[in-house]
């Protein structure tokens, strides 16, 4: 369990995303640009900002952007709130001793306040602000604090936070709740990817308990045709896998397994066959070390219209032999070939 963590600011702890999107497009309307939504945001923005807007105002001196955002950030009409978990996750590591830190790029004077309005300071040992690339500072707070790296982890919400950690040889915790898309923080592959601070303290309590695996459920989906459902997630570093989730305390495996692919797909299952269980243990391809108890089932679609949730990226109706070619997660590859291998694929081609 780490017992030193540096915390990002905005997106990880306090949720000020609707009035920087909307400071950001009073910016971009000074110069006849169109405005940002929040999906294209979430996707487009980056830090240092400074890069982020050299590729789209590169004429004009962050000076002078920043002259401007700042009175629109403050006369925003969203609210600038607490994260859900966020303050309970703080208080949580002051009772265990855990040394808590805030290093973020946001304004000193905005940042300073938005501390004492939300009565946070206690809870942090030193706060850094206004710090354009966290990578040049980084080392200095690990020094100064005499903070052991492995036994520290630097929580954020985008890319830079977790390149941030990198360079300073820290664990690097991504937090869903903020400024880039999960797609994006997947592709700098966090140590630990966490939907929110609610569930990093959850994990950390079980690391610390040491619990057991994780019982989950899954299904290889066919279709009439022979086709197989296959999803593209960031939970498994964007790999190509099966739907399926955690079961519920007190929930039937096979209710538990309609469930998810229910939500996951928005498809209904019928067949339902047990195939195989499996064992993964902290692997490397998912997003976070854990150990789940694979329940592996076989299943029919009542129809092919899926729509994904946000648990997945991309989905396709393929034949096995072309699921096969994709870039499968370990278990879904295991879970195929057995298919393939005792015929249970009824109506597959040959």
Known sequence: MFRNLIFDWSGTLVDDLGPVIEATNAVLGRYDLPPYDRERFRRSFRLPYSEFYAEILPDVPLEELEAHFRPAFAAAAAPVTVLPHAREKLEWCATLGIR??????????AFAHQLDDFGFRHLFE???????????VIHR???????APIETAFVGDMTHDVETARHGGLASVAVLTGYNHPEILASVKPDLTVADLGALRALMERRHRAAAPVATVGALIEDCHGRVLMVRTHKWNNLWGIPGGKIRRGEASIDALRREIREETSLEIEDIRFLMAQDCIDSPEFMRPEHFLLLNYL???????VMLNGEAEEFRWLTPQQARTLELNRPTRLLLDECLGRNLLEHAPA
């Open 141 to 147: 707070i690990l020094e100064t604090h005499r903070l």
């Open 126 to 136: 030193a706060t850094y602000a206004g710090v354009l690339d966290k990578r040049e």
């Open 100 to 109: 808590c830190f805030v290093l973020t790029s946001m304004d000193e004077a």
């Open 299 to 305: 299943a029919r679609a009542n129809g092919t219209d």
